[in-house]
C-alpha cells in the first residue's frame, strides 16, 4: 500500500504564511509566562453592533418557523436592502434580481471567486502586499499569480503601466482593495476609473474589495469602483457588514455589480451552501437600512485610537503616516531595523505587544508591521509606551 493515510492534498501546499503561525506560537508562549499580551495582530473588531441590530438578531431567533435552509441568494429583503445602501451610500444603482449576491462573509465570495472562474494555469492580477485569501483562493483554484506590487512611491497603487500587455491579454482576473488591508492606502475615483478602463481594454474581470469603505477618517468617504464608467460591465464589488457595523461573527456580506460575474459565483454557491442563517439576515437588514449614525461612531471611534497610536509613537520618535481609512497602521520599520519578521517577534517576546510583520502580506511588504486599530484608546496608550521603552532600549 503507498498511500499515506489522511495526506493533505497537494493543492494545499504553498498556503498560508508561516509566520502567522510563528507570530501566533510565540503569543500562546508569552501569555503561558503570564505576561499580559495587548493582540493588535488580527483585524477583528472589539466593538459592539448596534442596539436595534442586536435586538432584531436576538427576536428573530425566538421565532421557531426561522431555522430553515435559506437557500443562496439572499432573501429579498436581505437583497432590497443592500440595493438601497448602495444607492444611498454610493449613487450606484443596482438590480436587486440579478445584481446581488449575499456571501457567508465576504470571505465567502473572495475564496470561491476563483473556484468559479479560474481554470488551472489561468493568470490572476494580485496585489502585493494583499490579504491573504486573494492568492490562498488563486491556489486552491491552481490559477497563477502576477504581482502588482504596492509601493510607496505610487502611494501604493498598483501601477497599471507596468503590466505587460502580454501579461495583460492573458489575465483573466484582477483584485484590488482601497481602503487597503495592509496598507491602509485609499484610493479616488481616478484610480479606479484607470482599473476599469484598463480592464475593459484587456476583458479582464474586476474584484473590488470594499470591506472598509465605511472606516475612514478626517471626513474622507471612500468611493465605490462601480462608479466609474463601465466598471459593472466588468466588475464586481465585495463587502461586508463585518467592520461596517462589528458583526464580524455573524458571517454575512455580498457582492454587488455585474450579473454574469454573480451568476457564476452563484452557480457555485449553490452547489456548496445553502444560505445564510435567516435571523443573522434580518439583523443585516436592520443595520443596513437603519440609522447610520452607529457607523458614524464607530469610525470617529476608530480616529481617535489611530491619533492616540501615530502621535504617541511619534513621541518616541517613531513617525508613522496617518492612514485615511481601514483599521489598520501601516508603519514602516524604525530606522536601524531589516527585518519585519525579527522586529515583530521580538517585540512580543519582550513587551507582549503583537504586531504583524509585513512580509507576511506578500515580499513587498518587508520593511513594515501592520498594527490594528482593535482596541481602545488606554489600551493603546499602555501598548505605545511598551513599544517605546522597546524601542529605547534596542535602537
Ligand atoms: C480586506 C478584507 N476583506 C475581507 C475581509 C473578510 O471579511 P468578512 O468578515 O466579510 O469575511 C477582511 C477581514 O479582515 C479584510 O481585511
Given amino acids: 500500500m503507498n498511500k499515506v493515510f489522511a495526506e493533505p492534498a497537494q493543492r494545499l501546499n504553498g498556503l498560508g504564511s508561516a509566520i502567522f503561525a510563528e507570530m501566533d506560537k510565540l503569543r500562546r508562549e508569552v501569555e503561558s509566562e503570564g505576561k499580559e ?13 448596534g442596539a436595534h441590530v442586536r435586538e432584531t438578531l436576538a427576536s428573530a431567533c425566538a421565532i421557531e418557523t426561522d431555522y430553515g435552509y435559506t437557500m443562496t441568494h439572499g432573501i429579498d429583503a436581505l437583497r432590497t436592502a443592500i440595493a438601497n445602501w448602495y ?11 440579478t ?18 472562474f479560474i481554470n488551472p494555469g489561468d493568470i490572476a492580477l494580485i496585489p502585493d502586499p494583499g490579504y491573504p ?56 475615483l481616478t484610480f479606479f476609473q484607470a482599473v476599469a478602463d484598463f480592464a475593459n481594454t484587456y476583458g479582464i474581470m474586476v474584484c473590488h474589495d470594499n470591506a472598509y469603505s465605511e472606516l475612514a477618517y478626517d471626513g474622507y468617504r471612500p468611493p465605490s469602483f462601480l462608479q466609474a464608467k463601465g466598471a459593472k460591465d466588468i466588475g464586481i464589488e465585495f463587502h461586508s457588514i463585518s467592520k ?62 489611530r491619533d492616540v497610536l501615530v502621535d504617541g509613537l511619534a513621541e518616541w520618535g517613531w513617525h508613522v503616516p496617518k492612514p485615511r481609512g481601514s483599521m489598520f497602521v501601516w508603519a514602516p520599520l524604525p530606522k536601524g531595523i531589516i527585518s519585519s519578521r525579527q522586529f515583530a517577534l521580538d517585540l512580543l517576546r519582550q513587551t507582549g505587544v503583537v504586531v504583524i510583520p509585513g512580509v507576511a502580506f506578500g515580499t513587498q511588504g518587508e520593511g513594515y508591521v501592520r498594527i490594528a486599530l482593535v482596541r481602545e484608546p488606554e489600551i493603546l496608550r499602555v501598548a505605545v509606551a511598551r513599544i517605546g521603552e522597546f524601542l529605547r532600549h534596542c535602537l
Fill in 244 to 305: 461596517t457595523y462589528n458583526l464580524a461573527g455573524c458571517r454575512l456580506g455580498f457582492a454587488v455589480g455585474n450579473r454574469k460575474i454573480l451568476a457564476g459565483l452563484a452557480m457555485l454557491k449553490s452547489n456548496l451552501d445553502y444560505g445564510i442563517f435567516k435571523p443573522v439576515q434580518l439583523a443585516a437588514i436592520a443595520a443596513l437600512s437603519g440609522s447610520q449614525e452607529v457607523v458614524r461612531q464607530n469610525a470617529s471611534a476608530y480616529q481617535a485610537r
Fill in 37 to 49: 499580551v495587548i493582540n493588535l495582530g488580527i483585524g477583528s473588531p472589539d466593538r459592539a453592533p
Fill in 87 to 97: 444607492q444611498q451610500r454610493f449613487h450606484v444603482k443596482i438590480d436587486v434580481e
Fill in 99 to 116: 445584481e446581488v449576491l449575499s456571501l457567508m462573509g465576504s470571505q465567502d465570495g473572495l475564496a470561491h471567486i476563483y473556484t468559479a
Fill in 133 to 188: 485569501i486573494y492568492t490562498a483562493g488563486l491556489i486552491l483554484a491552481g490559477g497563477q499569480k502576477y504581482a502588482m506590487p504596492l509601493l510607496a512611491e505610487n502611494n501604493f497603487l498598483p501601477d497599471l503601466s507596468q503590466i505587460p500587455a502580454a501579461i495583460a491579454a492573458k489575465a483573466k482576473l484582477m483584485f484590488i482593495n482601497y481602503p487597503n488591508n495592509p496598507v491602509a492606502a485609499t484610493a479616488d
